[in-house]
């Protein structure tokens, strides 16, 4: 399970959308379900696909604070491993069976890739959008406990009073996105060690 927090103004329908466009096509079918704030894509290969194995990978996108939360599952395989394993055989046999079953092999490649392909659309979206792994603007602030001012993370006293803002500033992995305390030394979330 790979779980990535994009901050920033975005909705979980800006990924459903991009992930449609890219991979409700060709030899792939996707689908969205569920509502505004909590949805999935669920990407399949097409019954009936005319070349390689079968495989199936759903992605969970769901709102929060000050962002969204993506989820890619397990991806599902059914046959993808016998269909390769079928084209190197062949392939022993008689080379020359490879010419037929080059279809197949692009596919089942293709269906390999599925998941850092997912990552790519969903990383480039959030690029697009102004999205990122860091604090959004809003909550990258801390709010004085005396005076009520909202500080910059990373300011050592209130820019208003001058009381000590203390080490309550959170920061995030930046690998993954999530809020993480600065004693912490690696991240929770994806085990990525903090600086
Ligand atoms: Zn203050
Ligand atoms: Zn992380």
Request: proline residues 4%.
């Amino acid at each position: 399970m790979d779980r990535r927090i994009f901050h920033g103004n975005i909705q979980p329908n800006d990924i459903a959308h991009a992930l449609m466009a890219e991979f409700n096509r060709g030899n792939l079918h996707a689908q969205v379900v569920g509502g505004q704030d909590k949805m999935a894509v669920q990407i399949a290969t097409r019954m009936g696909s005319m070349s390689g194995g079968q495989t199936a990978l759903t992605i969970n996108i769901q709102k929060m604070e000050d962002g969204i939360l993506v989820e890619a599952g397990q991806q599902a395989w059914f046959g993808v491993a016998a269909s390769l394993g079928q084209t190197a055989i062949s392939a022993l046999r008689n080379p020359f069976s490879l010419l037929s079953r080059l279809d197949d092999l692009a596919q089942d490649i293709e269906n390999i890739q599925l998941n850092e392909n997912v990552w790519k659309v969903i990383d480039r979206t959030m690029a697009t959008l102004g999205a990122s792994h860091a604090l959004s603007e809003r909550l990258s602030r801390i709010t004085c406990a005396f005076c009520g001012t909202a500080n910059p993370v990373g300011e050592g006293s209130c820019i208003a009073c001058g009381a000590p803002l203390g080490d309550a500033q959170p920061t995030t992995c930046p690998k993954c996105g999530f809020v993480v305390s600065t004693k912490e030394s690696t991240c929770p979330n994806c085990q990525q060690a903090l600086p």
